[in-house]
């Protein structure tokens, strides 16, 4: 029993001395602070960047394909065997040209017996009328040899077409493909694709563009420009700016309900044959904004995908919330939030809060819009 009166006494003793010394902490800090408080923080040194409004000149980019203005599928419209190739893979063509023969031999001598068969029914037919005028002859026979004649007729028409389609030409200017039949090859008729033929100078890029945008594209659409107008520009895959700008030709009839998309078609001239049908780039649109709010990028942060900047008011900052746009290089583009004439934080926003004092060091000068 004693010994637990002595443990006792002895804590009691060691917590008087705890709380001695935590009363004693806590006078000396007042004695440091006139007014009786904790110390305060000394001012954050900062640097200042002054809201002003200027103009900006940007590029939009969208996903685009090179498409082309006209191509078609050779298909055969007789079948047979390929006996003629008339053009080497890849060639440019001209409209007319010689491509490719399907046994014109067996078509030719079709022809050439539905022709004489032609002219035997016709003299035939002339012979009955003459012994029909001198009844001489069944008005019968001289009816089935009408008949007889103009399905002569008809058989020599379809030889001829036959025959005449035995050869495939070129339909207009432009660039064949890589061969999908050799010679000696059955093709058949409405079935066997034999190659692709496509214009190539110029060609078309269709892109697509949201249906909040049509007004913007509209009015380029109905703008008059220039053969040297850099509104559209192409970004190519290699991240290369193709030399020659293009012009918007037209949009299309409807938006797609799927997707609020509408499609928009440029014209690009192709010299060089670098465009080709199919390649996917990036089109650039020239955006030019007037009076708009420019600020140093850095002074921009987020917080749960809203915006914030400091903007400092006497020797304090207040957190406000803004509007940001696009960032173009080292400046972001304000949409509201900020009047012209503000100070915001640049530099050593990551140690400030709201109500944060603080003491401006170097100012941030304006940049130059790029």
Known sequence: MKKYISNYNKMKKRIYLISLLLVSGFLLAGCGNKKGGFPQ???SQVSAYTVKVGNVAYYDEYPATVVALNQVELRPLVSGYLTDLYFKDGQHVTKGMKLYAIDQQQYKAAYDAAKANLERAKQDYARYQELAK???IATQVVEHSLADLKAAE???????TNYRNSVIYAPFDGTIGISNVKLGSAVIVGQTLMNTISSNNPVDVDFSIDEKEIGFFTNLLHK????KDSTFTLLLPDQTVYPY????????RAVDPATGTLTARLEFPNNQDLLKPGLT???RVLNYQKNSILIPAEAVTVQMGEYFVFVIEGNKVSERKVDAGRTIGSQTIINSGLKPGEQIVTEGVQKLRDGSQVMLGNSKM????Q
């Open 41 to 43: 923080m000394p001012p």
């Open 281 to 283: 780039c990036n089109v």
């Open 134 to 136: 001198n009844n001489a």
């Open 224 to 227: 008059k420009t220039g053969d």
């Open 245 to 252: 700008p293009g012009r918007l030709m037209l949009m299309d």
């Open 366 to 369: 304006p940049q130059k819009n």
């Open 154 to 160: 008809s058989s020599l028409s379809t030889a001829e």
